[in-house]
């Protein structure tokens, strides 16, 4: 299989290294690693909500750590993106409580009705839907993270209310 390559602009504007120095500065002077995380995902918020490779080496050399210790989070963790995604990620729990709930079913639910695959954009853009690992909220399964929020108690009905709240522009992703 054919890897797909994408270009990203690199721009850490005086706004978002204030911000990554803030972070840094939460943190002993001989652990800058500590504040990989965070950092990540500052520079992942500023850079369309993805990190391509040359943005990972960028963290690197500002966090002053290797570039392979940045790209093992990265891999690592379903909250950082490696290419560009959908502008409504709809994450759902693939662990034991949400599969015992019915996630997956709901889960084809889903790309049947946005016309794609698991890990698929759909044509316009819009949307990606993509299976992760615990979130945390098994007591409500089966659940999605849609942004920064929940959706739990999942259902059909659910998802076609998402589907058309996100194509009328009426979520808003993040509470910050």
Not at 87 to 96: A, I, P
Not at 125 to 132: A, C, D, M, N, Q
């Amino acid at each position: 299989m054919e890897r797909k390559q994408y270009h990203q602009e690199i721009n850490i504007t005086p706004e978002l290294q204030a911000r990554i120095d803030e972070l840094i500065s939460r943190y002993p002077a001989d652990k800058r690693k500590s504040a990989l995380l965070p950092v990540l995902h500052e520079v992942q918020d500023a850079h369309d909500n993805w990190l391509s490779v040359p943005l990972q080496d960028k963290v690197a050399e500002i966090l002053g750590i290797k570039p392979i210790e940045v790209y093992e989070v990265v891999t690592f963790y379903t909250m950082y993106n490696q290419r560009p995604i959908g502008k409504y990620m709809f994450e759902f729990c693939q662990t034991s409580p949400c599969c015992l709930n019915g996630v997956e079913n709901l889960m084809d639910y889903t790309c049947k009705k946005l016309g794609v695959n698991v890990a698929e954009l759909t044509a316009d853009g819009l949307f990606e839907v993509r299976g992760v690992e615990c979130l945390g909220a098994c007591g409500y399964a089966p659940m999605m993270q849609l942004g920064d929020f929940y959706v739990e108690h999942l259902n059909e009905e659910k998802i076609d209310q998402l589907i058309a709240d996100c194509k009328e522009n009426k979520i808003t992703l993040h509470d910050k």
